[in-house]
């Protein structure tokens, strides 16, 4: 079966810092690139960054450039979202998905997600 489980989420103020985990099973891990997406509530789904399978290139929406950096274990199977320097507006819950190719090819496989609250 396929797998993508997140971890990390949690509650922490504004400035604070959390560092995120999606740990892959089920399919060939290395052909997959993987994305980070949120939710806050009464909101639209958003992308916030992307790592692609072949050369490791990172995509970020701007609201998040320069604080979040993604990056990925293919030995682990697992995809890492540090993120710092957090803001209220990053409250949502975090969802990782796998996309076969490149980043924005389209969701192959989507996981559950994880709740971080920033307060401020």
């Known amino acids: 079966d396929v797998q993508l489980q997140a971890s990390g989420g949690g509650l922490v103020q504004a400035g604070g810092s959390l560092r995120l985990s999606c740990a892959a099973s089920?399919?060939?891990?290395?052909?997959?690139?993987i994305g980070w997406f949120r939710q806050a509530p009464g909101k639209e789904r958003e992308g916030v960054s992307c790592?692609?399978?072949?050369?490791?290139?990172?995509h970020y929406v701007d609201s998040v450039k320069g604080r979040f950096t993604i990056t990925r274990d293919n030995a682990k199977n697992t995809v890492f979202l540090q993120m710092n320097s957090l803001k209220p507006e990053d409250t949502a819950v975090y969802h990782c998905a796998a996309e076969r190719f490149s980043c924005g090819s389209g969701i192959d496989y989507w996981g559950q997600g994880t709740l971080v609250t920033v307060s401020s």
């Open positions: 790592i692609s399978s072949s050369d490791g290139s990172t």
């Open positions: 089920g399919f060939t891990f290395d052909d997959y690139a």
